[in-house]
């Protein structure tokens, strides 16, 4: 394992957000964190890369407790968060984005253009991305292909462990594919992937594990063989009410 929680907790005042939760992921493995809206997913990956700090059981790297202290921490230790916000302008082409913070320079301090271009260029094809001019602004791209280039970049900017925290929420089902895609990329070139999803349809296919969170607490960390594609849909915070709602929801 890269990285690992062990009973894990946090709280924010009086409210328990985490509590005991385990999981983990390894090199070349993609961990699926589940869970219906406030089930604790966004506050476990912010203790992951830094953001949070937590306040009961241990998170270990490499088998050695840490405790970041700031997001630019983790990012040392070569742990990348895509955010579903991306933090990318609009306005600026594709391979300036694909710099931002890290630009190339040559002597004097002077941005390196001819580099960076090249460089975004086959990092992107190395990802199999298809953009036609990598000067085209990041605000011409789709949704898909926006989270695509994030992918890419924390791949090129050497992150072990990549987090995603649910980067198919807002995307059609062609568009979700093209990311699970670069997912199952990421994770092909040894990357650890931690992928938060509301969806067991977009975690089943790419996942290795999956951790279920429910209100705070797990309801277990699976192994692919060890759970159907059905039972982690039904395991699913909401999956039951889903049916309840359906059948309330039908004609008379
Ligand atoms: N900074 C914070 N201050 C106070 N409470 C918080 C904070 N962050 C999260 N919480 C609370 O912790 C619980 C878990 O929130 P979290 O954002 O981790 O859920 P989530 O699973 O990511 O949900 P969603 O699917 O809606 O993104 C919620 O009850 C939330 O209100
Ligand atoms: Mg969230």
């Not at 890290?102 to 260029?121: I, Y």
């Not at 898909?144 to 929420?169: M, Y």
Request: aromatic share 6%; glycine share 10%.
């Amino acid at each position: 394992m890269i990285l690992q929680t062990r009973a894990i907790g946090k709280a924010f005042g009086s409210v328990l957000a985490l509590r005991e939760v385990s999981m983990g992921v390894a090199a070349g493995q993609v961990t699926c964190v589940l869970g219906d809206n406030g089930a604790g997913k966004s506050t476990l990956i912010k203790i992951l890369s830094g953001v949070h700090r937590h306040d009961a059981g241990e998170l270990l790297l490499d088998g050695v407790p840490v405790s970041f202290a700031s997001p630019r921490a983790a990012l040392d230790h070569g742990i990348a968060t895509v955010y579903q916000d991306l933090a990318m302008i609009p306005l600026m082409s594709v391979w300036r984005n694909f710099f931002l913070g890290s630009e190339p320079r040559k002597s004097f301090g002077r941005f390196d253009v001819a580099t960076a271009r090249r460089v975004a260029r086959e990092e992107l094809h190395a990802m199999g991305i298809d953009i036609r001019d990598v000067d085209q602004p990041v605000g011409t791209l789709s949704g898909g292909e926006r989270q695509s280039v994030a992918i890419a970049r924390a791949v090129h900017l050497g992150a072990r462990v990549l987090i995603l925290d649910e980067p198919t929420s807002a995307l059609g089902v062609k568009q979700a594919g093209v990311v699970l895609r670069y997912i199952a990329r990421a994770r092909d070139r040894g990357l650890g992937v931690v992928f938060i999803t509301h969806n067991p349809h977009h975690a089943y296919p790419v996942g290795d594990r999956f951790l279920l969170l429910n209100r705070g607490t797990s309801l277990g960390e699976y192994a692919k063989a060890d759970i159907t594609r059905e039972r982690l849909t039904s395991l699913m915070a909401g999956g039951a009410e889903l049916e309840q709602l359906e059948h309330e929801l039908r004609r008379e």
